[in-house]
């Protein structure tokens, strides 16, 4: 094991005593820690309002071209992608947040900020099918990074910061504070739900600062993201359907990573600098766009039009597949962005495919859950994968979606698609 890792055991025993210390301090100073905590989610809130409303002024711009015109817009966005990672640096993925938690003590770099923003900027509002998830935590992590750097911690607290302030941009684009402090700290691990217990207090208290101030700003208030069919319970044979549905969620997971893998290994082979990658992916998401107008973006709003739709079921699966290809290509391409909003929408469209090819299922059980289950396969967080959906959709009843989202994790391929996810266990091991 590296000198600056920390075993999974002491991390535990650290994380007991920390909570045992901070519930026996002096009032006065538990009330400076959860100010510190509520101002850093401010800041992360006010931050993550600016880009969202900077992001859906130049989409509104963006969607008004379409047709045979994207043919040479998306090729030019990719062009400008390239060209500023290619200057100022390439700012990474989730996978290197998830890399710079684990070993680099939990600091994230904020000189990758400027070519995070500008290249997400461009690669989500030309219509790449990759959504603001990644910026965000990025920017917030490091804003996170600076606090705990100005204020001189070290060590577990700084990473805890870092995690609180992350949590806090995860919270804003799914306006669900528990959900989006879960998620921070489920996704940097492969097997285990949360193994940074320390950072839970921080993360929730940030989140909802961060909520406050995103939703009072954005005027997106607290109603559901989208409004699924009416749904209500019958009884325990449709727990049994949404173990079912986990499964063909759990199988679309693998199909997405197979087909991710297969457009790494293409993309990857092409010659010459970034921005030449990003402009043939540019290329390849202009005619998906062409041939499938809902592939294009990253579903926040296309999401809601498919549940709408009168698309049969094989038009459907048509839709599914050009999607996992569109993100994959997306991603890979070197185009910069987030894969959950997505995957949630490929999600939805498979479940609703299944729903009309089988007369008497209930649409929205069927969508809910093949959501659940696809992005828990992909990303290894099921829990808050069932916080999140249960707030995005109103979906009252959520052990189905639970039950889905436990059944995409267990049948998730070994080898995860976030690599990084790995490499604290296999360290563990090791040792």
């Known amino acids: 094991m590296s000198s600056n890792q920390t075993p ?8 007991l005593r920390w909570i045992s210390s901070l519930t026996s301090s002096n009032p006065i100073v538990l009330s400076r820690w959860f100010l510190c905590w509520a101002l850093v989610g401010i800041v992360c809130g006010l931050f993550a309002a600016l880009y969202w409303n900077v992001l859906e002024l130049v989409i509104h711009g963006m969607e008004q071209i379409t047709g045979a015109t994207l043919l040479w817009v998306m090729p030019l966005a990719g062009l400008g992608v390239g060209l500023v990672i290619y200057y100022l640096g390439d700012p990474g993925e989730i996978g290197l947040i998830v890399d710079n938690i684990h070993f680099q003590g939990g600091r994230l770099n904020p000189r990758q900020n400027p070519s995070m923003l500008l290249s997400s900027l461009v690669s989500i509002s030309a219509g790449g099918s990759a959504g603001p998830e990644a910026p965000l935590v990025q920017v917030t992590g490091s804003f996170g990074t600076w606090a705990a750097d100005r204020l001189k911690l070290q060590g577990e607290s700084l990473r805890t910061m870092s995690l609180a302030a992350m949590a ?8 669900s504070p528990l959900g989006g402090a879960m998620f921070a700290l489920e996704i940097l691990h492969h097997e285990h739900v949360v193994e940074y217990y320390e950072a839970i207090l921080p993360a929730l208290v ?10 009072a700003i954005t005027q997106l208030g607290i109603a559901p993201t989208w409004t699924f069919p009416q749904y209500t319970p019958n009884g325990i044979d449709e727990v049994w359907l949404a173990l079912a549905y986990g499964v063909i969620g759990a199988g679309a997971g693998w199909l997405f990573i197979a087909i991710f893998r297969s457009c790494d290994r293409l993309l990857s082979a092409i010659p010459g600098p970034i921005y030449v990658r990003t402009t043939v992916a540019g290329l390849v998401l202009g005619v998906l766009a062409f041939a499938f107008p809902l592939t294009r973006y990253y579903g926040h709003h296309e999401l809601a039009e498919a549940i709408g739709s009168n698309l049969t079921a094989i038009a459907l699966l048509g839709l599914v597949f050009a999607k996992m290809i569109a993100i994959s290509t997306t991603v890979t391409g070197g185009w910069r962005g987030g894969i959950i909003i997505p995957l949630f929408f490929t999600g ?28 828990a396969a992909v990303t290894r967080t099921p829990v808050s994968t069932t916080l999140l959906l249960s707030k995005l959709a109103n979906f009252t009843p959520f052990t189905p979606i639970l039950f889905a989202s436990l059944m995409g994790f267990f049948l998730a391929p070994r080898q995860p698609f976030i690599h990084s996810q790995l490499k604290v266990r296999q360290e563990a091991i090791v040792d």
Do not use: H, Q, W
């Open 8 to 15: 999974p055991s002491e991390r535990s025993n650290s994380a």
């Open 168 to 175: 806090a941009g995860f919270t804003a684009l799914f306006g």
């Open 206 to 215: 940030s989140s909802c600062a961060s909520f406050l101030v995103f939703a």
């Open 348 to 375: 939805a469209c498979l479940g609703k495919a299944i729903a009309l090819a089988t007369p008497g299922l209930n649409s929205s059980l069927a969508m809910i859950c093949v959501m659940a289950a696809l992005n």
